[in-house]
């Protein structure tokens, strides 16, 4: 997930043409901003450099009118510009291929470019016909919204096709099989071969006002002036034919503004006049999924405006929104509040939202959003204030690892990544949780920029980072970092994932000469080639990676599931010549209608006979089974168990984000986590889940699945486990203000307990002694005494809450009486001197009516 991190930087653009901004866009390390008479190209990379600039005559201003829309080609190469004159500019974007000098050291990929104009012409309109949307393009062509509800496609080369009306697929006289036999985005009243409802496109005159296009679904958004949304399919020639754009679904809406698509999710964001963003599922008839809006913050559309403008990450797993009068919000998919301009009350703020004037120029864009766009690694939110258009906002973004892919989870250390930095949650003296800015050497990151990949060893004594080309190791208890010593053998590396496997780290590598993928294993104590202990040539591009002990997973497209198993002969240290042997031990071929996974964690055997040895390399001898079960998370958010000995898969949830696996993972003794198999947080919270060994370990009533005092606030985002204190360790945005013109944005840690989840599943299942020894373990933690209060109350709470008619029911048994839950909590809490503080607690926050039920479990002496 995606956390502020330091100041806004500034990008200058020109004083004297800051009426707004046309276009901001983002292709690969380049950012393009059109002013209304002149273009600005910027390296969007490590250093912020102006590459190119453009501008255009008095003489063509006054001839054809300012910069009123543009767009920029897929491969960076071509900008197409409108003026309000209705003419088409061309210009060819080339860059010298000299590279620029920063700090003595040429920086790839920067280098000076040109911007030149080479076509214009006149846009051939019918009588009282204009141009009312944005542009949209593929690397053909270009297409863009009228008045009279036409689309107009046009190739770069400055040719007009017809306008025509997007016509549904009921109206059309020819059935388009092959256009839908090849379609990606597939609603299901294709695949249902129903008749779609008669589209108002048929009848309605209303102007397009915003077009938005997906290559990858094969989808384009036509948002018209009556609020109505047109989602077509697209041929597999693009825009350049015409004739297969076709409606398949209309989407009625009060107040749309704007839409966004998250192609990889298959999630439709549609900003509305009301200020809020509505979200919508693509992939199930665009069924409605959540509303996000600022309202529990105590801010109305009077005080953000409208909704402007969107803008997804690029793995789709967080929005930014940007609104017309004032401020900007990033925003998870479940509704998770990640970073917020605008100052805020609540449970973690002390700031009002009443803006004082003094306090005005520390907020940015404090007079609206009109432009987002996020770089390519999600690294950069860049931004443009609708009433000070003379620059560009660039705000500085940390990522959480997700546990996704083909880097491997890190237990042993809650770590969030920037560009250049590795940000560590580390407690301080007084065990508060702090984060560490820790920097990437310079002499690796400038020719390596920027970092992709860092993943934690499970002794928590090792960080990998790997950046465009090769890695580097960071010892945390010595505070050094280690290199290749040779740079031709780092460059040889491009890193597409990391796991570690105890004192070996494993790098996914991707052959760029041969276009295959390879794992290659380094020990820790060396990086170089004459000690890589293993080269396992991939059989193409691998999806998803995990390791647990001595077995590898590596999945492949579309869902081919390989599991290795490694060995060492031999002592791992520099002074030996250690042997690692690697076999397959199961392949898996998975033929699944649902959506590909993004991520897949073994799940240990429950096995309370299963010993573990580990040897001194760090690897074990497993005398239990190797693990038979995995956790699946699809793109979608479903979360489901496979059976590896059969191919049965079983769903546990959806709308999930992330998850961990903690069974088996924690081996120290103060662990707290034990009794857990996973964690998991999605738009419900947190959901912790338990083990079962019934007959049925699947069976939904064997897990307690949501605990709701669990939930974190909306602006936490949960980054992970501290297993010895039995805390999930969340993140949150602060800032901090100075004399400087914009406030610093600062990641803050924030801890929540589960102790009391885990305390109150040993006693529902009658693991009195279970529950004490976990009690004692805590007991030193400076969060113990809440948590028995938190217990206390939950249990009660739940007790006063049950109808009356159960417990009668329950009295009426000729059995000897059972103790209730409530009776077994105040027994176990009875065994610690806090116990009669915390019933005292625990009884000012209930109504004295209940005060009886509470007394007669705790013991009168309590009274």
């Known amino acids: 997930m995606y956390l502020a991190y330091g100041w806004p930087q500034s ?57 009123a829309h543009a767009v920029w080609s897929p491969g960076a190469k071509t900008v197409a510009v409108l003026t309000t004159s209705f003419y088409l500019y061309v210009y060819k974007v080339q860059l010298s291929g000299k590279q620029l000098i920063v700090g003595g050291k040429q920086v790839p990929g920067l280098c000076l470019a040109s911007i030149s104009l080479i076509i214009t012409e006149k846009v051939p309109l019918a009588n009282g016909v204009a141009i009312t949307s944005n542009f949209v393009c593929d690397s053909k062509s270009m297409l863009l919204g009228l008045s009279n509800g036409h689309v107009q496609v046009v190739s770069w080369n400055a040719e007009f096709s017809d306008s025509f009306k997007l016509g549904c697929s009921v109206c059309s006289s020819e059935k388009p099989t092959a256009v839908v036999d090849a379609l990606v985005f597939d609603p299901p009243s294709l695949r249902e071969n129903s008749n779609a409802r008669p589209a108002p496109c048929c009848t309605s005159n209303s102007s397009i006002v915003h077009v938005e296009l997906s290559v990858k679904l094969r989808l384009l958004v036509a948002l018209y002036s009556g609020c109505r949304i047109a989602l077509c399919t697209i041929g597999k020639k693009g825009l350049r034919q015409p004739g297969s754009i076709r409606v398949e679904r209309w989407l009625d809406t009060d107040d749309a503004m704007c839409t966004s698509v998250a192609s990889e999710q298959q999630i439709l964001a549609v900003g509305c006049s009301r200020g809020v963003v509505e979200l919508y599922d693509l992939a199930e008839n665009t069924r409605h999924i959540r509303t996000i809006s600022l309202y529990d913050w105590g801010y109305s559309v009077e005080d953000t405006g409208p909704v402007a403008c969107i803008s997804w990450t690029p793995d789709n797993c967080a929005f930014a929104v940007g609104w017309k009068f004032r401020g900007l919000t990033v925003w998870s998919v479940s509704g998770c509040q990640l970073m917020c301009t605008i100052r805020q009350t609540g449970s973690n703020s002390a700031s009002s939202p009443m803006v004082k004037p003094s306090a005005l ?165 060396h990086l170089d080639y004459s000690s890589l202990l293993y080269r396992k040539p991939l059989l193409g591009r691998p999806i998803v990676m995990d390791v647990f002990q001595d077995y590898i997973l590596v999945t492949y497209s579309p869902f081919d599931v390989h599991i290795f198993h490694l060995m060492i002969s031999g002592e791992l240290s520099p002074a030996s010549n250690p042997v690692l042997q690697l076999s397959t031990v199961r392949e898996l071929s998975i033929m699944s209608p649902k959506s590909p996974p993004v991520s897949m964690r073994f799940i240990p055997e429950q096995n309370d006979k299963g010993v573990l040895k580990r040897d001194t390399n760090g690897s074990s001898d497993l005398l239990s089974q190797q693990p038979s079960r995995c956790l699946i998370l699809r793109t979608n958010g479903e979360l489901s168990v496979l059976d590896m000995d059969d191919g049965h898969e079983h769903a546990l949830t959806n709308s999930i984000e992330l998850f961990w696996v903690t069974c088996s993972q924690f081996e120290e003794k103060g662990s707290l986590i034990k009794e857990v198999s996973w964690l998991d947080y999605g738009h419900r919270g947190m959901q912790v889940w338990y083990p079962s060994h019934g007959a049925d370990p699947f069976k939904q009533e064997d897990f307690l699945q949501l605990d709701p005092e669990l939930e974190f606030d909306r602006e936490v985002y949960p980054l992970g486990l501290l297993p010895n204190v039995g805390v999930v360790v969340g993140v949150s945005q602060r800032m901090s203000f100075s004399t400087a013109e914009f406030p610093c944005f600062e990641p803050s840690p924030q801890a929540q307990t589960i102790l009391h989840c885990l305390l109150r599943h040993l006693l529902q299942r009658d693991k009195i002694e279970e529950g004490l020894r976990l009690a004692n373990l805590s007991a030193e933690k400076p969060h113990f005494s809440h948590c028995l209060e938190w217990l206390l109350f939950t249990v009660f709470d739940a007790d006063i809450s049950r109808p009356s008619a159960s417990k009668n029911q329950a009295s009426q048994k000729v059995d000897p009486p059972k103790k209730s839950l409530l009776e077994k909590t105040c027994d176990l809490l009875r065994n610690f001197p806090e116990y009669m503080d915390v019933v005292v607690s625990v009884a000012r926050k209930t109504d004295g009516r209940h005060w009886a039920d509470l007394f007669s479990a705790a013991g009168r002496s309590t009274e």
């Open 361 to 525: 120029k520390f907020e940015p864009l404090i007079g609206g959003t009109s432009h987002i766009q996020w770089d390519d690694n999600g690294y950069k939110l860049f931004a443009v204030e609708e009433s000070l258009s003379e620059r560009v906002l660039a705000f500085s973004f940390a990522k959480c690892c997700l546990n996704r892919g083909l880097s491997g989870t890190t237990y042993s250390h809650q770590v969030l990544y920037g560009e250049d930095r590795i940000l560590l949650v580390q407690p301080d003296d007084a065990d508060e949780l702090k984060i560490l800015h820790l920097n990437v050497p310079v002499s690796y990151i400038s020719q390596n920029w920027p970092v992709l990949h860092v993943v934690a060893s499970n002794d928590g004594m090792y960080l990998a980072v790997a950046g465009s080309h090769g890695l580097v190791l960071y010892d945390l208890r010595n505070k050094r970092w280690r290199f290749f010593g040779d740079v031709t053998q780092e460059q040889k590396i491009q890193c597409k994932g990391l796991l570690w496997l105890g004192k070996i780290v494993i790098v996914c590598n991707y052959v760029e000469s041969s276009n295959t993928y390879e794992l290659l294993f380094f020990p820790r104590y």
């Open 11 to 67: 990008i200058p653009l020109d004083p004297d043409d800051s009426d707004r901004v046309v276009l901001l866009r983002v292709l690969g390390r380049l950012l393009l901003a059109v002013c209304p008479a002149s273009l600005h190209l910027w390296s969007a990379a490590q250093h912020q450099v102006r590459l190119a600039r453009s501008d255009r005559s008095p003489e063509s201003l006054a001839a054809h009118g300012h910069n």
